[in-house]
Nanobody, 125 residues
Framework: QEQLVESGGGLVQPGGSLRLSCAAT????????MGWFRQAPGKEREAVSC????????YYLNSVKGRFTISRDNAKNMVYLQMNSLKPEDTAVYYC??????????????????WGQGTQVAVPS
């Protein structure tokens, strides 16, 4: 069964760090681009970052550039999002997603076919 399971969310003070993890099972992980999305209360879901199957292309939301880093370990079927210098506006549910087969990395939600259940990140103001 194809599945993505996120972990690592929590409550962190402004300026702090969190590392989100996403475990992939049931499909050939190393052939798929992987992305992180987030949805804040009352807002639409937005793409945060994406990494290609070969680690050679990434996408970052402008507001997280320089603070967040996406990475993957194909041997472990894991993708990570290291989040530093967190701000209250980073508060959201964060989702891991894999693209449809043969799709390239992108910031478009429609390009992603498998989603995790989400993990909450809260940064109080």
């Amino acid at each position: 069964q194809e599945q993505l399971v996120e972990s690592g969310g929590g409550l962190v003070q402004p300026g702090g760090s969190l590392r989100l993890s996403c475990a992939a099972t049931g499909f050939s992980f190393d052939y798929y681009a992987m992305g992180w999305f987030r949805q804040a209360p009352g807002k639409e879901r937005e793409a945060v970052s994406c990494i290609s199957d070969g680690h050679d292309a990434t996408y970052y939301l402008n507001s997280v550039k320089g603070r967040f880093t996406i990475s993957r370990d194909n041997a472990k079927n894991m993708v990570y999002l290291q989040m530093n210098s967190l701000k209250p506006e980073d508060t959201a549910v964060y989702y891991c997603a894999s693209t449809h087969p043969l799709f390239y990395c992108s910031g478009f939600e429609a390009d992603f076919g498998l989603w995790g259940q989400g993990t909450q990140v809260a940064v109080p103001s």
